[in-house]
Every structure is written in C-alpha cells, then in structure tokens.
C-alpha cells in the first residue's frame, strides 16, 4: 500500500490512532502511539524519530536518536484496542545516514531473504513455526536478597485434584503428559484457543487449527506458512494475540519454554522449505523425497546448531527444556518421522511440501534472528556441502548415556550457546545479513542475563547443600 492507500484506510476505518510496532533485540515486541489527526504522507514515507538508547542492546545515549520508518505493506487494525488504533509493523533506521540499522532484528531478516536471492539457490524461504505456551489462573516470583520464590497455579494442574473451590473441584483435568488431545471439559480452554484464532484472523494471520498441547495448561495454534520476514510478523502477532486474549480471561500466558517442573516444556518447532520461482528446491529422490540440496540445508544446520542455539533458545530457561525425557529434542540428528531427533521430515502427501522441521528452537526469543540465523546455516550448508551423515531412525530417548556421549548435541547452557556465537559467527556475517558488532552487542546484552541467573542462589540449593 501507498501512503495515500494508508491515509484513506485511515479515513474510511475512522482510526483514531496509528500504532508503530517495532521488536528490540530480545524479541519484545514495543510500540509509540501516533494520534491520527497528525498522520500525513511525510510521517509514512519519513518516519517518526525515537530514543533509541532507552532500548536495551542498541544505541548510546550520545547516539540516541533512531527513526521507525512504516511498513506500508501490512496495516492491521488492532482488535483489542477501545479506540479504532491501527497498527504498522515499522524498521528501524539511523537517524543520520537514513539507511537501515544493523542491529535491527527485523532488518536481519529481511537482510536474509534479499541474501537467500542473490545466492542463487532460491527465490523465497518459507518458515512454518509451531509456538507453545503456557496459561496459568495466577503467577507470582519474588527476588529480594533474602528470599527468592516463585509460585503457579492453574485450575487444570494435576496438582490441584485435591484443592477446595469455592464451587466445588470438578475433578476434570489433564495428569502429567496427559493434555493431547481429550476433548472439553479435561481440555478447559477450547473456548479461549477459538479467541485466540478470530483474534489471529481479524489481524490478517492465516491460521489452521487449535488444540491443547501434552502438559496440562500448555497450548498451540497453528497458523499457515509464509515467507521469512513475513512469518516472523505473524509470531510477533501470535504472541500478542495470546498474551491479550488470556488477560481478557481473567489468566495469564508465558511463552518461557519450561515453567513447570517435571512436565513438557513449551518449544517452537519450525518447518523449513525454499523455492525457486514454482520450483520446490528440496524436492527429490534422496532420503525421505528431500533432494541433495535439501540434505546439504540440514547439514548446515546441524553444524552451526550450537550457535543458531544463541538464537533459538535465548534465554536461561531454555535449557531446562532441552533435557531428555520430555520430548524436548537434545542430540543433532536429522529422521523422517522421528520426534526424538532435532531434525524430522514429515511425512507429506505432496512431494512439493518437501520440507524439514527444526525441533529444537523455543518460542522465548526473537523470530528474526531465530529464523534467519537458521537460513544463514542452511545457505552455508548448501554452499558448502556440508553432509549430515546417516540419518537415526531409531527412538533416540532410548540410547545408552555412552551412545548419546557419542553424539553431538545442542548446547547445555546459555552461557555455552553464547560462547559459540561468538567463535562460529562466519556464516551469519556473510553478505553482510548480520554483522560483527550487531552479535557482539547481543552477546553483551544476554550476558546481563546470564550474570543474573548465575549470580542468584536457587531455592533447590538450600535443600541440597544448606545442611551439608
């Protein structure tokens, strides 16, 4: 859309408000609200100048100002807002040179795709993430320096089968890995997951399908693939579908991969294919229907997991969920079927839906640079022909601890995903899609976080060590 297209859908919607979105390093979506009365084409095409030091891992306070330049392509009017608010996706650019910012995580991604083009290999890259989440009736934590606790309670919690309501316990609830796929009243929130859905909906998302995910209060939507830069919009919105819809309810949802002990954790598992004008590039006669180069994609990925890791698990507790045991996929191996391994082909009724599914990545990061750190890998695999070796079609959970030594696995910890950023950045800076100063700024930036969580003593320690 033109600037006028916008200005006249502003008329013709009586939008009150324009909101410009934009998404910081970490992967929090942030906004400024612009009255609709001082919107003109100059504001569209120019863009609206902001503080840009007062967003954690960007610009000094002596460099601070920053510009969020619209993105005309996808107005969305806002279907939670009291007042007509339309929002617009926006980039961010410097303030004096006008040209993109580097660290901007959605320039990365759109710096991705324009690299994926001139390498020859396709046309467009195509991400299908599957986002789980948690929604819980009441969240509390506390950290002082004397006390540090946290506390969930969710009426569908098996922990809650001998609790007193005030009307009554109904009795009716998912055990332990017991949620997929009972029908109401075991399965408590179909009607809030059909909200989630309208919500995606009336925002333009294409979406497909609901249902409740295996630990009791953990959820999934699913919506339809798109290209990369496009899809990372589309979590963006998920996750403030969810989030505003579940506090319309009166609960609370977190998309932090694993906030209850001894269940599943809540990932992201991303479907992956690349196209060539109407070509299907991983189309073949290999293993499972892929093609070499398919294979080659896999192989890149595999290689560079551990960095890719910085990304697609980007926050402490991401690794409490990448353990064996809860379906949360450890060791770097690619299997049609398998969803023991981190790589799984799906099996498809149409050879032209050849595609590979990234088992490991969770939904707490930014989509970004989750989905173009896993493109640069792919990209770097196929240009260097980087084989995957043998696939493992076998239940990986059930290896001996001395056959799983054997194998590579992901990373262990935030602090190791961090430290392999740092060595194996080579295929992220090519074609200049990230650069060196945008990963050495986000290493800094989840190093505050990694200082916090190694700094702090965990209630499970006094009962360990305290009488030791």
Not at 214 to 226: D, I, K, N, R, T
Request: with cysteine.
């Amino acid at each position: 859309m033109s600037s006028k297209d916008i200005l006249k859908l502003i008329k013709d919607k009586q939008v009150e408000f324009v909101d410009l979105r934009f998404t910081d390093p970490r992967g929090k979506l942030q906004h400024v609200t612009m009255d609709a009365t001082i919107v003109d084409e100059e504001l569209l095409n120019d863009g609206v100048f902001f503080d840009g030091s007062s967003i954690a891992g960007w610009k000094a306070i002596n460099q601070s100002d920053m510009l969020l330049k619209p993105d005309l392509t996808r107005p969305i009017i806002d279907p939670f807002n009291s007042h007509t608010t339309l929002n617009i996706f926006c980039d961010i650019l410097d303030a004096v040179k006008k040209d993109p910012y580097e660290r901007d995580p959605r320039g990365t991604a759109k710096k991705a795709e324009a690299y994926l083009k001139k390498s020859g290999i396709g046309d467009k890259s195509y991400f299908g993430p599957e986002p789980e989440f948690f929604v819980f009736d009441d969240v509390r934590f506390k950290n002082d320096m004397n006390e540090t606790s946290f506390s969930i309670d969710s009426s569908e919690g098996p922990y809650n089968t001998g609790k007193k309501y005030e009307n009554g316990n109904m009795g009716h609830r998912p055990g332990i890995k017991g949620g997929y796929f009972p029908v109401p009243p075991v399965d408590s929130a179909q009607d809030m997951r059909g909200e989630y859905l309208k919500a995606l909906r009336d925002m333009g998302v294409k979406v497909e399908k609901h249902h409740h995910e295996v630990a009791p209060s953990q959820h999934e939507l699913g919506m339809y693939f798109g290209t990369l830069t496009n899809m990372a919009d589309n979590l963006q919105l998920y996750k403030y579908a969810v989030q505003m819809v579940t506090h319309s309810f009166g609960k609370t949802a977190t998309f932090m991969p694993k906030p209850v002990k001894g269940d599943n954790g809540s990932g992201m598992h991303c479907h992956q294919s690349i196209w060539k004008g109407n070509t299907p590039v991983f189309m073949g006669n290999e293993y499972s229907g892929l093609s070499k180069t398919a294979l080659y994609y896999i192989g890149g990925i595999l290689k560079h997991a551990k960095a890719i890791n910085a990304f697609s698990n980007a926050t402490t507790n991401s690794y409490k969920r990448l353990i064996p045991g809860f379906e949360a996929p450890v060791i770097l191996a690619y299997s049609a079927r398998n969803r023991s391994a981190s790589c799984r082909i799906p099996i498809i009724n149409n050879p032209k839906a050849a595609r590979m599914e990234i088992r490991f990545p969770d939904a707490a990061g930014n989509p970004y640079l989750t989905f173009a750190s896993m493109l640069m890998a792919g990209i770097d695999g196929i240009k260097n022909k980087i084989d995957p070796g043998k696939s493992f079609d076998k239940d990986l959970y059930t290896l001996s601890e001395d056959e799983v030594k054997k194998l590579p696995t992901v990373c262990g910890s935030l602090r190791e995903a961090m430290q392999n950023l740092d060595k194996d950045r080579k295929f992220l800076i090519e074609g200049g899609v990230f650069t060196d100063d945008q990963i050495d700024a986000y290493i800094d930036l989840k190093f505050q976080e990694i200082y916090k969580f190694e700094h702090t003593p965990h209630p499970i320690e006094f009962e360990m060590y305290y009488s030791g």
